[in-house]
């Protein structure tokens, strides 16, 4: 749940193939869906771009999920996310803003609902301390309460975002209640001294941060 900072496409040199093709393909799959699929061309990732892809998209999030900030991926698979579906909005379907490196969890999550706009972690705008919080009391993740009155379109964005991702669903509240006692006893031993982890070496990020404000 960082903020994602995302290059423009035709800077990464990876991608050059996506770049030049992504507008064609999203025409093509469209009418693939608008013809019953008698015309067009059906969803695929073509001329294997995945790999490339994945690897650009999970360089932006330190290997972690776009979404949930779930790391590493011992629990779930690793996925490229639609924001916009790709059945909805196949023109958007192999666009570079559209799409994001995800846990499998979070993309089944998301696929039980219809699409609504949610908040976007690539937004420019985005930032997790001015949106949302961690209650330390039941280990949910939670939209700050003055955005209500303050924003009440980005508290319902987020609101949306934290339903639609699964955010709290129970077995993610029990690895991050899991996870704090984890970090609290590696804060307890290794805090201060020598140690070659880094903050994007765990996962839930935003509770190494809640760490520190306590430290």
């Not at 749940?1 to 995302?6: A, G, P, Q």
């Not at 939209?143 to 609101?159: G, Q």
């Not at 020598?194 to 990020?205: G, H, L, Q, S």
Request: aromatic share 16%; glycine share 4%; with cysteine.
């Amino acid at each position: 749940m960082d903020k994602i900072d995302r290059p423009d496409l035709d800077t990464l040199n990876s991608l050059s193939t996506l770049a030049d093709n992504w507008e064609t393909w999203g025409q093509e799959y469209k009418l693939y869906l608008d013809s019953d699929k008698r015309e067009g061309i059906g969803w695929s990732w073509r001329q294997y771009i995945y790999t490339d892809l994945r690897k650009e998209l999970s360089d932006l999030t330190y290997e972690h999920c776009s979404f949930c900030d779930g790391y590493p991926f011992d629990m779930s698979k690793e996925t490229i996310e639609h924001y916009k579906p790709k059945n909805d909005f196949p023109l958007l379907a192999y666009k570079w803003n559209n799409l994001f490196y995800c846990c499998d969890t979070c993309q089944k999550e998301a696929n039980k609902l219809p699409f609504e706009n949610t908040i976007k972690p690539d937004h420019n705008d985005y930032n997790f301390d001015k949106i949302f919080y961690v209650d330390l009391g039941d280990f949910k993740i939670k939209v700050l309460e003055t955005l209500e009155d303050a924003d009440h379109s980005l508290f319902l964005k987020a609101e949306a975002f934290l339903i639609r991702y699964g955010i709290n669903i129970p077995s993610r509240i029990t690895r991050r209640r899991n996870n704090y006692r984890d970090l609290k006893n590696y804060f307890k031993s290794e805090y201060g001294a020598t140690d070659a982890r880094i903050r994007n070496d765990f996962p839930f990020r935003y509770l190494y941060d809640e760490l520190i404000r306590l430290s």
